[in-house]
C-alpha cells in the first residue's frame, strides 16, 4: 500500500509515539513474485492487553506459501519449520538448552486438528462465541495431550467475523474460514490461514462488510493481473520461547519489553 495506516504503540505525558501498520499486504505482493517469501523482523501492534502473553513489540517468523491447495498446505510448512528449529536447538544448542532447563517438545509427523466449532462444543463455551479464551486453550491442550499425546494442537476454521476481510472462506459454508491457529501446550502460538487470491473477490468481500475499496486500491491492485493460491503463517519468537522454557512471562524472553506501561529504552 502506499500510505498504509499507523497505530499508535504507546503515549508518555505530551509525547506520543506511532508505528506503520503490519507488513501482510507486502508478503501477499510478494508471493506473487518469489512464490515463498520469509521475513524475521518486529512487529509492532497497540496491544490493548495487559497480561503475562502479551506486548506491543514482539519478533515475528513470517512465511507466505503460493501454489497451496488450502490452509493445510501452510500448516504442513510450519509443521516442518517446528520441527526443524527443535532439530537445531538439540544439535547446536543443546548444552545451552540443557542449562536454562528448555522442555523441547516432540513435533508430531501429524498435528492433530479439531474445527473451531467442535473446540467450542469440547470446552463448554456458547456456540456464538468468535475466538477462543485462555482458559479454553489450555482445556484443548491438556485435551490433545490425552487424546493425541502431543503438545501441538491445531484449531482450524475460525469464524468469518473474527478473521480478517482477506482470510479465504471455508467451502461450502462460508461462516467459517480456512484458517488455523497453533496451540503449544495450550497456548496460541501461530496463526495462518488461506488467503483470497481473485480480485472480484476481495472487492465482494470488503462490500460484505460495508467497506470502501479506496483506501485499498494499491493493494487490491495487484490482484487484477492475478495471483498464485496462497497463504501464510507467523510464529512469535518471544512466545514460542517462553513455552518452551516455561516462563512465567513473556517479558522474561526479551531484553526490552515493550506494552502498555512501556515505551523506553
Known amino acids: 500500500m502506499d500510505d498504509p495506516p499507523r497505530i499508535r504503540l504507546s503515549s508518555t505525558g505530551d509525547e506520543q509515539d506511532a508505528l506503520r501498520a503490519s ?36 519478533v515475528s517468523l513470517d512465511a507466505e506459501i503460493g501454489f497451496i491447495t488450502d490452509h493445510r498446505d501452510v500448516l504442513a510448512v510450519l509443521r516442518k519449520a517446528l520441527a526443524g528449529m527443535v532439530s537445531e536447538i538439540q544439535a547446536s544448542a543443546h ?3 540443557e542449562l536454562i532447563g528448555a522442555n523441547l517438545p516432540e513435533v508430531p509427523d501429524d498435528i492433530p486438528i479439531i474445527h473451531f466449532r467442535d473446540a467450542l462444543a469440547l ?5 456464538s462465541e468468535p475466538d477462543l479464551a485462555p482458559d479454553h486453550e489450555r482445556y484443548l491442550g491438556q485435551w490433545a495431550r490425552k ?64 467497506e470502501s ?30 513455552r518452551l522454557i516455561d516462563a512465567d512471562n513473556i517479558r522474561r524472553t526479551t531484553l526490552f519489553p515493550r506494552d502498555l506501561h512501556r515505551l523506553a529504552p
Open 23 to 58: 507488513p501482510e499486504f507486502y508478503k501477499q505482493i510478494m508471493v506473487g513474485v518469489f512464490e515463498r517469501v520469509y521475513e524475521t523482523g518486529p512487529v509492532f501492534r497497540a496491544e490493548p492487553h495487559d497480561t503475562v502473553r502479551h506486548l506491543a513489540e514482539y
Open 95 to 97: 548444552d545451552e538448552a
Open 123 to 127: 470446552v463448554g463455551a456458547d456456540p
Open 147 to 210: 487424546q493425541y499425546g502431543s503438545d501441538f494442537l491445531a484449531v482450524e476454521g475460525y469464524p468469518a467475523t473474527k478473521r480478517p476481510f482477506y482470510t479465504h472462506p471455508e467451502p461450502g459454508d462460508p461462516r467459517w474460514t480456512n484458517s488455523f491457529d497453533l496451540l503449544f501446550r495450550g497456548l496460541e502460538l501461530v496463526t495462518g490461514g488461506q488467503r483470497l487470491h481473485r480480485y472480484t473477490d476481495y472487492r465482494r468481500a470488503l462490500a460484505e462488510r460495508g
Open 213 to 242: 475499496t479506496e483506501p485499498y486500491q494499491s493493494y487490491l491492485d495487484t490482484f487484477r493481473h492475478g495471483m498464485p493460491p496462497h497463504g501464510g503463517f507467523a510464529l512469535g519468537l518471544e512466545r514460542w520461547t517462553a
